[in-house]
């Protein structure tokens, strides 16, 4: 099972990115699949989560609205779009996945989460 992140750069405020996580090893539909970031001398946060089988999405506040998460099965790939970037987005971005269908008090919890790949920095510039 791996998870590979890609998609980080440097943006401008106001500009938009979009994340990919390939998921290698499994049907990416049988796990469900998040995105945590990590910005110096920070925790981990959640920012947003797509549950296996029925689609359901979670966000962390600071994104709701500017940020969307989705996956294409065939292509085994989860994203997340980045629009109307704040320099407080500036982390490195990291994809994690489990067998789990976690529910909104548990999806944002790192323990959630089997498989974790390397990030991918996001920087946004004010």
């Known amino acids: 099972v791996q998870l590979q992140a890609s998609g980080g750069g440097l943006v401008q405020t106001g500009g938009s990115l979009r994340l990919s996580c390939v998921v290698s090893g499994f049907s990416s539909d049988y796990y469900t699949v998040s995105w945590f970031r990590q910005a110096p001398g920070k925790e981990r946060e959640g920012v947003s989560c797509?549950?296996?089988?029925?689609?359901?999405?979670y966000y962390v506040d600071s994104v709701e609205g500017r940020f969307t998460i989705s996956r294409d099965n065939a292509k085994k790939t989860v994203y997340l779009q980045m629009n109307s970037l704040e320099p407080e987005d500036t982390a490195v971005y990291y994809c994690a996945a489990g067998a789990v269908s976690p529910i909104l008090s548990s999806w944002a919890s790192p323990g959630t989460y089997h498989y974790w790949g390397k990030g991918t920095k996001v920087t946004v510039s004010s």
């Open positions: 797509i549950r296996r089988r029925d689609g359901r999405t």
